[in-house]
């Protein structure tokens, strides 16, 4: 088999990052609270970064302002997927629907927030998200997504190595 081919064979294999509402205002509005760092930033770096894992991964990502077109996604994406990396946004607190969907593709996944939640306002406190998934970064900004990334590519790795 040629190496291209061998890439090839792998590249069917990726990671489901989601945003949810407003996300995609990120680095024009409120920098203060989200930082300066665009939507588009931080998937270029999270696509360099499948990309440099071995073997390299591709990357489905999908930002909406609506519930369901986020449930769709994660029933339609998830089950083929590595993993999911989400960022429900204010979803978050509330959206049983998304939970839903995340307990029924039972795929790992990793809450992500950009902002330390419990350092905010009492109603971001509380995630209804955070029961079902693997885990929850919060607070570390754009790094976060990166972090859930590397530990989901740890996660297939140590997954292959042992079947
Ligand atoms: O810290 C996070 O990542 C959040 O998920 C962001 C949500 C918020 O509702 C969650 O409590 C925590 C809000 C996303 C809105 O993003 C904006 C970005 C720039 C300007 C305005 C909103």
Redo the contacts with the bound molecule.
Sequence with gaps: MSNSSMVTATEHEYVLVLNGP??N??G???PGV?GATTLADIVADLVACARGADPPLRLEHLQSNHEGVLVDAIQQLGPGSVGIII?P??L??YSIAVRDALVAVNVPTVEV???N?HAREEF?HHSVIAPVVLGQIAGLGPDGYRLALQYLLGRRASSKANR
């Design positions: 407003n996300l205002l990120l024009s509005r409120e989200y960022n946004a204010a978050t607190h927030h950009l902002s939640i971001r």
